[in-house]
């Protein structure tokens, strides 16, 4: 098995109107993914970013574009093929976008 991580790509704006119905959906995503045995965690990701370079810390982070990673999920599965399938599930759960890459643990 294989973990991938899938990033949900927030825009800047609240994209949707009835968050509630969004939060049951993924909700609903979440419930079946850990009785496949595919969901390992979840996490969202609060706004105050910051970057550090070198030891210089700065407001951020300083992307040019509309959107920001605003939470992610780890899944394990087998195939890649797999976690796209999660990943097209959950992106029509939050209604954004979702990113998936394999994860490489450094040990």
């Given at each position: 098995?294989t973990?991938?991580?899938l990033s949900?790509?927030?825009p800047?704006?609240?994209?949707?109107?009835?968050?509630?119905?969004?939060a049951?959906?993924?909700?609903?995503v979440e419930?079946?993914?850990?009785?496949?045995?595919a969901?390992v965690f979840?996490g969202?990701?609060?706004?105050?970013?910051?970057v550090?370079?070198?030891g210089?810390?700065?407001?951020?982070?300083?992307?040019?574009?509309?959107e920001?990673?605003?939470?992610f999920?780890v899944?394990?599965?087998g195939?890649?093929?797999e976690?796209l399938?999660?990943?097209?599930?959950l992106?029509?759960?939050?209604t954004?976008?979702?990113e998936?890459?394999s994860l490489?643990w450094a040990?």
């Amino acid at each position: 098995m294989t973990q991938y991580l899938l990033s949900i790509y927030q825009p800047d704006h609240d994209p949707v109107d009835d968050v509630g119905q969004v939060a049951r959906d993924v909700d609903a995503v979440e419930a079946a993914g850990k009785a496949a045995g595919a969901w390992v965690f979840a996490g969202g990701l609060g706004s105050g970013a910051r970057v550090v370079r070198k030891g210089l810390v700065t407001d951020g982070p300083y992307v040019e574009g509309k959107e920001h990673v605003g939470g992610f999920v780890v899944i394990d599965v087998g195939t890649y093929d797999e976690a796209l399938d999660w990943a097209k599930r959950l992106s029509d759960a939050a209604t954004l976008p979702v990113e998936v890459r394999s994860l490489d643990w450094a040990r």
